[in-house]
C-alpha cells in the first residue's frame, strides 16, 4: 500500500478543523443576531400589540415584503408585571411557556381555532445589571379586536354566531385540554373592519393565550381540573370554560354579549 | 448543531411537505431552496454537507450574505437549513426582507 503524504493528512485534517470553526462561529453569530433582534423588539413600546402580568406581544415587522402572514412575538417577562406570591403567579401562568407552546401545537395540528406557533426559543438579555433569560415564542398574528375590545368599544359579531365559540371549545375539550382563563380578552375575533360602535364585525373566532391550560385526563372535564395547589399550600380556583362561554351567549345576556341575537 | 430556536411541529411538518411535493424555487450545485405560501420561511435542501455550506455563507461578502438569525441548521432528514425569513425570488435574485442576497 502506497504511503500516504503526510502533508495531505495535515491538510485534510486542517481543512476539518477549519470547517467546524467556522460553522461554530457561525453558531455565535446565530444566537447573538437572534437575541438583539429579540432585545430590539422587547424595547420597542411602538411595536406592543398587547400585555398581561406573565408577558408582552410585540408585532414582528417584515419589511419590504408582503407576507401572506402576519407573525408576533410572545415575550414572557423576567418576572410577573405585579409582585405576586406565587399561588397568584401560578394563575397566570400555571404552565411552563415551553409546555405552553407545545400543547398550542398540539392543538393547532388537530385544527383547532388558535394562533399558529411557528417557533419557541430562551434568549439572553442584560436588564438593569442582571443577566436574564427570556422565554420566546413566535406565532401568527391574529389581526383583529379581543372581545373585551369589542364590548368596550360597543360594536357587535355579526358573524360568527356565540354557537361557534362554544363548538371551538368543545373541540379544544376532545383534545383534553381545559384553557381555565377564558375572559373575552382571551378570545379574537379576527377580521379586517374598523372597530367602532354600532358596528356589526365579521370575521373568525380564536381562542389564545393557554398559559394557565392544563391537559386532561379524562374526556370530560370535571370541577378537580379546575382546582390546583399553589406551591405554599393553598388551592387555587379557576373558573370553568363552560362558565366564561355561557357569559357570553346573547340569549342569556342580551345587550351585554358582544354576540348579535339572531 | 443547536440552534437557539425550535420550530414548532406544525411548521416542520409543512417545511418537510414543501420539500418532499413541492418544486423549488430555486436549484443549484450546492441544493434546492423551497418556499413556504402560508408563512415567511423556506428551507433548502442541500447537495453538499451543512458544514461546507455555512462556511459558504461565511465567505460571502458583506452585502449579500444573509443574516445568521435567517439561517438555521436543522436535524430533519429532508432538509438541512432553515430559512426564517419573508424570500422572494425574482429575476434570479433572492431578496429577504426587500434586500438581495445569496442563499445558494
Redesign the interface.
Known sequence: MPEIPKIQIAGSVERSEELRRGVERFLERMKRDVEEEIIQISRNERLLIGEGMAARVFKFELPGHPSPCRICIKIWRDKPKRESTPAEYRKIQFLSPDEEFDLQDDLFKKNCKVARPVAFGHVEDRLNGRDIVRDVMAMEEISGYNLQEIIDGEAKIAEPKWSELLSIMTRIKKQRVVHRDLKPSNIMLKTDQELEAGAELRGEIFVIDFGVSRRVAGSSPDDDDFIEKAPNGSTIHFPRDVDYINALDPKQRGKQSPFLFH | ???????????L?ELRNAVRTGKPAISTEQGNLFML?????GAIKLNIP???Y??Y??SLPSPLRP???H???SEEKDFEIIV???I?CLGGKT?????EVKLL
Do not use: Q, T
Open positions: 448543531m443547536k440552534s437557539p430556536l425550535r420550530f414548532s411541529a406544525n411548521v411538518e405560501l402560508s408563512l415567511p420561511l451543512a458544514e461546507k455555512l462556511s455563507i461565511e443574516r445568521p438569525a439561517l438555521f441548521p426564517n425569513a419573508a422572494e431578496f429577504i426582507n426587500g434586500k
